[in-house]
C-alpha cells in the first residue's frame, strides 16, 4: 500500500502498521467508521486478519492525526468532525502562513518547485475511484511541496502539526467542485514557475478564501458565522 506521499513503507512490520494506518484512516476519511465511534481494536484485528499490536499502533499514529481520541479502558473513539470554528480557525491560519510561503517559493531560483507543481497538477486523475481519495493526496502535495520550498521548518511544523488536508478532508462531500480547485492551483503554480511573488501570493490567498467560502456554504448555520479576520500582512514576513 502507498501512503498519501506516494512512497512505499519500509520493513515488512512497519508496513503492516503504515497498512492498517492507512486503511482505517481512509475509513475516518469516508466516513465508513463515523465521527464520535468507539473503535474496538480486537475486533478490528481479526477483520484485517492482523494481530492487534500494528492496530494498536496505527490507533496512536490516528491519535496524533487527531481522527482519535483515547477512551477510558485504554480505548479510542473516533472525533468529531470540525464545526464552523474549527474550519474558521483553520483557515485563518492557513492564510498567515501559505501566501507568504507561495510568495517565497515564487522568489526562490534555486528551490523553486514551479516544476514539481506541474508535475503534480498533471498527475490528477479526474477518472480515480474515489475524488475525494485523490483530491486528498493530491492536495495535500501540492500544498506541502510550496510549504517545504521555503525550507522554513517552524512555518513547516505549524503547518503540519494542523493536519488540515485531513480535517478539511473528511468533511468532503461529493458534490465538492475540484475542478475550480484545481484550476487554482494551476494558477499558483504558474505564478510560482516564472517567479512572481505578488501573483503568487494573491493567487494562493484567493484559493483559501474560495475554499472557506465554499466549506462554510455547506455547513451548518447554527453557530455564529463570521468572516476571516482579515489575514496579518505577510509583507511584515521577509520574502529572501
Ligand atoms: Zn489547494
Not at 475540484?178 to 494551476?186: N, P, R, V
Amino acid at each position: 500500500m502507498l501512503d498519501n506521499q506516494g512512497k512505499k513503507p519500509a520493513s515488512s512490520g512497519r508496513s503492516s502498521t503504515n497498512d492498517v494506518y492507512e486503511l482505517l484512516r481512509r475509513k475516518i476519511l469516508e466516513h465508513s467508521i463515523a465521527p464520535d465511534t468507539k473503535i474496538n481494536i480486537l475486533q478490528i484485528a481479526k477483520e484485517l486478519g492482523v494481530s492487534a499490536t500494528p492496530v494498536r499502533e496505527a490507533m496512536r499514529l490516528l491519535q496524533g492525526d487527531n481522527l482519535l481520541v483515547a477512551t477510558s479502558n485504554k480505548g479510542y473513539a473516533t472525533t468529531e468532525t470540525l464545526g464552523l470554528k474549527g474550519v474558521r480557525d483553520l483557515f485563518e491560519l492557513r492564510l498567515l502562513i501559505e501566501p507568504w510561503a507561495a510568495g517565497v517559493a515564487a522568489s526562490n531560483r534555486l528551490l523553486n518547485p514551479g516544476l514539481e507543481l506541474h508535475a503534480e497538477i498533471k498527475s490528477f486523475d479526474p477518472q480515480a475511484d474515489s475524488i475525494q481519495h485523490e483530491m486528498f493526496g493530491h492536495d495535500t502535495r501540492f500544498h506541502s511541496a510550496i510549504l517545504s520550498s521555503t525550507e522554513n521548518q517552524a512555518a513547516i511544523q505549524a503547518f503540519e502539526q494542523t493536519h488540515c488536508h485531513l480535517h478539511l478532508f473528511r468533511m468532503f462531500r461529493d458534490d465538492w467542485d475540484w475542478k475550480t480547485s484545481i484550476a487554482q492551483h494551476e494558477a499558483i503554480a504558474d505564478a510560482i514557475a516564472v517567479g512572481d511573488p505578488a501573483s503568487a501570493e494573491e493567487a494562493m490567498r484567493l484559493h483559501l478564501n474560495s475554499a472557506y467560502s465554499r466549506f462554510i456554504e455547506v455547513m451548518p448555520k447554527n453557530s455564529e458565522t463570521r468572516p476571516l479576520a482579515k489575514a496579518a500582512s505577510s509583507n511584515l514576513i521577509r520574502k529572501d
